[in-house]
């Protein structure tokens, strides 16, 4: 694969920085929030990949738990933690390096526990996977590590 051959991250797109934990294990990701609409991409580079050179399943689930998350706490206009309750996914396509692969929250519904985000994620070539997740919505703002509530990954990150 060339530098021509990669795919580039469209406009809008800001880089998340880094200081999330786990989710660190994707950078670079890259964020765009619109309303209440989120989006969380990558561009699939050689880490992203598993055995047979296709974006592993596992970066696909955790771009859907970040963006489903992030569209809850959007729609709700709290930006504190919302704990995954259940995440399904559907794959439908393969992710290649070089590929721009974009994951949208796309319906949210929020009540007074719980929450509900569905959406997909795209590539260039079309649908990718599509997601569903349920969230709880604590009356508390969460055990925060350091003691502090980060302004989310939707904001600036941990300690700024």
């Given at each position: ?75 709700r ?61 604590p ?13 989310s990954?939707l ?6």
């Amino acid at each position: 694969m060339t530098d021509q051959d990669r795919e580039a991250v469209p406009g809008g797109f800001e880089r998340l920085p880094e200081g999330f934990g786990f989710n660190d294990a994707l950078q670079p990701v890259f964020r765009r929030v619109s309303g209440e609409t989120a989006a969380f991409g990558i561009v699939v580079e050689a880490q992203h990949v598993n055995s047979m050179g296709i974006c592993h399943g596992g970066v696909l689930m955790v771009l859907a738990d970040m963006t489903a998350a992030s569209g809850v706490n959007l729609a709700r206009g709290q930006l504190v933690g919302s704990p995954t309750i259940n995440l399904s996914i559907d794959f439908i396509a393969a992710g290649r390096v070089g590929q721009w692969i974009e994951a949208r929250s796309e319906e949210v519904s929020v009540r007074r526990r719980f929450a509900f985000c569905s959406g997909a994620i795209y590539s260039s070539r079309g649908r990718l996977a599509r997601f569903n997740g349920t969230f709880y919505l604590p009356d508390h703002d969460g055990m925060w590590k350091n003691g502090k509530t980060p302004a989310s990954v939707l904001g600036e990150p941990p300690g700024g």
